[in-house]
């Protein structure tokens, strides 16, 4: 009983760790490595989303703009891996 009530505490404990973790790393950093991507290729048109909070990830258009800073992001991981791994 008390081994299933501490198990469950530190799986609650886990999990909220990592959503931080996962929503600071999509919503900051992904954010801001797809910010100039976007800019670039909408000629400065988008992203306009509005910012709460120092957020801009609370629109579908800040979504997006992770998402683009998430390919640029694993685009260059999967470069710098073959150039400085090979042989």
């Not at 790393?25 to 048109?45: D, N, Q």
């Not at 579908?60 to 400085?84: C, D, H, N, P, Q």
Request: positive net charge; glycine residues 10%.
């Amino acid at each position: 009983m008390i081994e299933d009530i501490a198990e469950s505490f530190v799986k609650g404990i886990g999990r909220a760790i990592s959503y931080i973790l996962g929503q600071l790393i999509f919503e900051f950093l992904f954010y801001y490595i797809g910010w100039p991507f976007v800019k670039i290729i909408t000629l400065g048109k988008y992203p306009k989303g509005k910012k709460a909070n120092g957020w801009h990830i609370e629109s579908r258009e800040g979504i997006w703009v992770s998402l683009v800073g998430l390919i640029v992001f694993s685009v260059l991981a999967v470069i710098v891996f073959t150039k400085y791994n090979a042989t």
